[in-house]
């Protein structure tokens, strides 16, 4: 579907049979959007509107001898169809900004709610007023937590700057920022979804810190309040380059000569992580990296596991991290090297 839209991204999104609620952030703005099948019944877009709520509602139904399309093409062809009618009100609403924005301003953007209502032949948005529904466009945790330990270094949204970045495709008044700008630091920020894993990786990684360990893993620069203070945004660590070259990259799974030394480093990390009482938890290929010198890194502290690598028995234990790199180094790295081989006919299934 060919469309003019200003870029966006989704922040939120909820369907039923009669209605859809759709949260969008565009230039540092949020907009939520309502739509009732109601409102068009006896009006042009009836059927139209009638035929939207069906295929979302039953997406995974064929409704004739083609293929269906597949879930996500439906929804992205309705959240388009949704947002369309929007578009002349965002732009007017919200100009464009080349300018950083604080991530403050990024959370907790200003809202205009809008209603999609038939008025003079056309679909229209039509501001409603009213309070907001959405909280932020970030997931957040109660800065009242207990469990973080006092020495770890807190900052204010208000002093983290999201740049816009000339040689991406990044947004930074929609997308969801990486690298964030604090001071003279230019960190690496992710966000909080769970607070028991946020409190797990915090802890692990001010651990590690605290005991001056030289190993390679990210380091742990600080963590993310909300202006008032009463929430938590995320976790501001060191910026690594290379933070997309994980050993899932086919290049690496290629380098059938540097898997030995890989598995010993990260070993080696390890050893050190368990003998300071600080487990690794989810060992799997997308968590190691693999720096420009070829050298491994272990990252995310935050926990869960995946049942390729670590049995639920034992997820989250130092036995369990050993379970994962003897999976990940003796199981699932040679046989995708295999796979890739040309004619050797291994099916990796």
């Given at each position: 579907m ?7 991204r ?5 369907i ?6 759709l ?5 540092a703005v949020?907009?939520e959007?309502t ?10 877009f009836?059927t139209?509107?009638k035929?939207?709520f069906y295929?979302?509602?039953a997406?995974e139904e ?8 597949d879930?996500s ?6 959240w388009?169809?949704?947002?369309l009618p929007?578009?002349e009100?965002i732009?007017?609403?919200a100009?464009v ?18 209603r ?9 948005a039509?501001p409603?007023?009213?309070e907001?529904?959405?909280e932020?466009?970030?997931?957040t945790i109660?800065?009242?937590i ?6 770890v270094?807190?900052v204010s ?7 816009q970045?000339?040689?991406s ?5 929609c997308?969801i ?9 230019d960190?690496?920020?992710k ?8 409190i797990?990786?915090v802890s692990a990684l ?6 001056g360990?030289?190993i390679?893993?990210?380091k ?9 203070e009463?929430?938590?945004?995320g976790?501001l660590?060191?910026w690594?380059p ?16 540097s ?7 990260i ?7 368990h003998?300071?009482?600080?487990v690794?938890?989810d060992?799997h290929?997308?968590?190691i990296?693999?720096d420009y010198?070829?050298?491994a ?7 869960g596991y995946q049942e390729?690598f670590?049995n639920?028995?034992?997820a ?10 003897h999976?990940?180094f003796?199981?699932w ?9 040309p004619?050797?006919?291994?099916d990796?299934?």
């Amino acid at each position: 579907m060919a469309l003019n839209l200003p870029n966006h991204r989704i922040v939120e999104s909820e369907i039923d049979t009669d209605s859809v609620f759709l949260v969008i952030m565009s230039r540092a703005v949020l907009f939520e959007i309502t739509l009732r099948a109601s409102n068009f019944l006896g009006t042009p877009f009836e059927t139209e509107t009638k035929e939207w709520f069906y295929k979302v509602n039953a997406r995974e139904e064929a409704t004739d001898s083609e293929e269906a399309p597949d879930d996500s093409e439906v929804l992205d062809e309705f959240w388009d169809w949704l947002v369309l009618p929007c578009a002349e009100y965002i732009r007017r609403n919200a100009p464009v900004i080349h300018e950083p924005i604080s991530l403050q301003k990024f959370a907790f953007p200003p809202t205009h709610p809008l209603r999609l209502l038939p008025v003079d032949g056309i679909i229209t948005a039509v501001p409603t007023g009213g309070e907001r529904l959405s909280e932020s466009t970030l997931s957040t945790i109660s800065a009242s937590i207990a469990g973080l330990p006092p020495t770890v270094r807190k900052v204010s949204a208000a002093d983290v700057l999201i740049y816009q970045n000339l040689d991406s495709e990044f947004d930074h008044t929609c997308d969801i920022p990486r690298r964030v700008k604090v001071a003279e630091h230019d960190p690496y920020f992710k966000t909080v979804i769970d607070a028991g894993d946020f409190i797990r990786e915090v802890s692990a990684l001010s651990r590690i810190s605290e005991l001056g360990l030289s190993i390679n893993v990210s380091k742990l620069y600080a963590i993310v309040l909300s202006e008032d203070e009463q929430l938590i945004l995320g976790i501001l660590m060191d910026w690594l380059p290379f933070g997309s070259q994980t050993l899932e990259t086919e290049r690496f799974i290629q380098m059938k000569e540097s898997h030995v030394k890989w598995e010993r480093q990260i070993r080696d990390i390890v050893k050190v992580l368990h003998s300071n009482n600080i487990v690794w938890g989810d060992v799997h290929p997308g968590n190691i990296l693999i720096d420009y010198e070829l050298n491994a890194w272990v990252v995310d502290f935050g926990g869960g596991y995946q049942e390729e690598f670590i049995n639920r028995e034992v997820a989250g234990t130092k036995q369990g991290d050993l379970e994962g790199i003897h999976n990940v180094f003796c199981k699932w790295l040679p046989r995708w090297y295999l796979e890739l081989q040309p004619n050797t006919g291994f099916d990796a299934d």
